[in-house]
T-cell receptor, first 116, second 117 residues
Framework: AQKVTQAQTEISVVEKEDVTLDCVYE???????LFWYKQPPSGELVFLIR??????QNEISGRYSWNFQKSTSSFNFTITASQVVDSAVYFC?????????????FGQGTRLTINP | GAGVSQTPSNKVTEKGKYVELRCDPI?????LYWYRQSLGQGPEFLIY????????DSGLPNDRFFAVRPEGSVSTLKIQRTERGDSAVYLC???????????????FGPGTRLTVL
């Protein structure tokens, strides 16, 4: 069975600090996709990034960066110079492709609070 | 353009009642998903539609839950004989999925918060 573990339940940092959210996954598939979503207080899940299992290049988008390491089954997310608007719950997810479905298996989420 | 919309945004009902939750996906998206998110948890998959047919309903917890998408657009999640344990946020997502490729982004709606008293 596929599983995503986000061991950090809550993180609280002061604005402008860097923060890394951890994600560890389990799957027997050789082809899979990993995602990060942001859920602000409004509740709507906002897509941040998608990576496929064949591309281990790290990615940077502004203050956000992602580190994908197949050897440790991890897909960590770093926010550099955090801002109060980054406060949200962040979910890591794994795409399980069964009979064409793209079922997302989510971790439990990490609640990130950025204090001014 | 318009995103995924869900109605109602909040629904309070009594134990044993029947409820319907509606999802309007992004126009043209062929794939539609329902997830359930309990407090403090990540969303859990319920059912997936490709067009009008339920391609995978393995996440539905029991036979009290049923979903339809008769014209391949709007979907309704139906819960019979509601129980207090059904209280959660029900999320709908749509995707321009074609041919079962696993990499398309799912666009989520704001959810319906269901409270069963």
């Amino acid at each position: 069975a596929q599983k995503v573990t986000q061991a950090q339940t809550e993180i609280s940092v002061v604005e402008k600090e860097d923060v890394t959210l951890d994600c560890v996954y389990e799957t027997r598939d050789t082809t899979y996709y990993l995602f990060w979503y942001k859920q602000p207080p409004s509740g709507e899940l906002v897509f941040l990034i998608r990576r496929n299992s064949f591309d281990e290049q790290n990615e940077i988008s502004g203050r956000y960066s992602w580190n994908f390491q197949k050897s440790t089954s991890s897909f960590n997310f770093t926010i550099t110079a955090s801002q109060v608007v980054d406060s949200a719950v962040y979910f890591c997810a794994l795409s399980e492709a069964v009979q064409g479905a793209q079922k997302l298996v989510f971790g439990q989420g990490t609640r990130l609070t950025i204090n001014p | 353009g318009a995103g995924v919309s869900q109605t109602p945004s909040n629904k309070v009902t009594e134990k044993g009642k029947y409820v319907e939750l509606r999802c309007d996906p992004i126009s043209g998206h062929t794939a539609l998903y329902w997830y359930r998110q309990s407090l403090g948890q990540g969303p859990e998959f319920l059912i997936y539609f490709q067009g009008t047919g339920a391609a995978d309903d393995s996440g539905l917890p029991n036979d009290r839950f049923f979903a339809v998408r008769p014209e391949g657009s709007v979907s309704t999640l139906k819960i019979q004989r509601t129980e207090r344990g059904d209280s959660a946020v029900y999320l709908c997502a749509s995707s321009p999925d074609i041919g079962g490729r696993s990499y398309n982004e799912q666009f989520f709606g704001p959810g319906t918060r269901l409270t069963v008293l």
